[in-house]
Nanobody
């Protein structure tokens, strides 16, 4: 009954911007930490960004810090990833994930309980 649905992926030129959305249902959204992960072909899934359900504090992978912004709208049960100044290295399938809030934020994918289907982001050079 928990569903996470990503949208907003597509093809974008290097230096451009893209906004991903993740609509959540079947959970008390404001109580969950939300995260974005990505997986490039032949690579392991890696952490991108997370936002706390309790405080709204945000966390970013070093590779995207200063370029990407994670945000959430609890009234809409939606988490966003604003991607600016994208690079070809950002090309990947991006996944939205949810976990019950805890004392510490997590950057580990195994700590997240629910996952979306992923949305493809391709950055051309």
């Amino acid at each position: 009954q928990v569903h996470l649905v990503e949208s907003g992926g597509g093809l974008v030129q290097a230096g451009g911007s893209l906004r991903l959305s993740c609509a959540a249902s079947g959970l008390t959204f404001s109580s969950f930490d939300m995260g974005w992960f990505r997986r490039a072909p032949g690579k392991e899934r890696e952490f991108v960004a997370a936002i706390r359900g309790s405080s709204g504090s945000t966390f970013y992978a070093d590779s995207v810090k200063g370029r990407f912004t994670i945000s959430r709208d609890n009234a809409k049960n939606t988490v966003y990833l604003q991607m600016n100044s994208v690079k070809p290295e950002d090309t990947a399938v991006y996944y939205c994930a949810a976990r019950g809030s805890s004392w510490y934020a997590s950057m580990g994918d195994r700590d997240y309980d629910y996952w979306g289907q992923g949305t493809q982001v391709t950055v051309s050079s």
